[in-house]
């Protein structure tokens, strides 16, 4: 079946370093892919998606780039603050009505 | 737009009691979701709904629960003679439903259940 997996946690960075979280993906099809992030004491929000291959998605400084040829949807920030701190989750949707999520990855980015 | 909505945020009770959530989805908004995430885990499908119509349903999700979304505003999601190991963060999300492969799920703040 379909699944996500993410590089464990956590991973800590001063802040303004360059950020890396490797998601790989198995799935049929061509599956939507996202990027949620989860803050302390919060709900799952949306970071960014793409929906077909070579599509960039991206806000708030953040980007992924969907890569059909090594099923890879790897998440990056050029300049990490404090209050990136959190954990990411990255997803995808193939058919039916559900998500699959990775296991998440904890940030914490120090001063 | 106000969001996903969830009540109560925190429940606490005693194994083999029934528990009961609801979930407010975004106006306008067709499909209904659950899921449910464990400690240092990513959350996991349960169900979801086409505005009144329950479509999937997980194999997690055992006979001691049961979710309905009457009238396909608002849902609930109950369980049954509660135990241990359903203690969990029960999320509920929404989405148009319209946009096939693109469509986008918007998340709650989710019910924390302890069962003691």
């Known amino acids: 079946g379909d699944s996500v997996t993410q590089m464990e946690g956590p991973v800590t960075l001063s802040e303004e370093a360059f950020l890396t979280i490797n998601c790989t993906y198995t799935?049929?099809?061509?599956?939507?892919l996202f990027w949620y992030v989860q803050y302390p004491g919060e709900g799952l929000q949306l970071l960014l998606k793409a929906t077909k291959a070579d599509d960039k998605g991206s806000n708030k400084g953040f980007e992924a780039t969907y890569r059909k040829e090594t099923t890879s949807f790897h998440l990056e920030k050029g300049s990490v603050q404090v209050s990136d701190s959190a954990v990411y989750f990255c997803?995808?949707?193939?058919?039916?009505?559900?998500?699959?999520f990775g296991q998440g990855t904890e940030l914490s980015v120090k001063p | 737009d106000t969001g996903v909505s969830q009540d109560p945020r925190h429940k606490i009770t005693k194994r083999g009691q029934n528990v009961t959530f609801r979930c407010d989805p975004i106006?306008?908004?067709?499909?209904l979701y659950w899921y449910r995430q464990t400690l240092g885990q990513g959350p996991e499908f349960l169900t979801y709904?086409?505005?009144?119509?329950?479509?999937?349903k997980s194999r997690l999700l055992s006979d001691r629960f049961s979710a309905e979304r009457p009238k396909g505003s608002f849902s609930t999601l109950e369980i049954q003679r509660t135990e241990q190991g359903d203690s969990a963060m029960y999320l509920c999300?929404?989405?148009?439903?319209?946009?096939?492969?693109?469509?986008?799920?918007?998340f709650g703040p989710g019910t924390r259940l302890t069962v003691l």
């Open positions: 709904f086409q505005n009144e119509a329950q479509l999937e």
């Open positions: 999300a929404s989405s148009h439903g319209t946009s096939g492969r693109t469509d986008t799920q918007y």
């Open positions: 997803a995808l949707y193939n058919q039916g009505g559900k998500l699959i």
């Open positions: 106006s306008e908004h067709n499909r």
């Open positions: 799935a049929t099809g061509y599956p939507s």
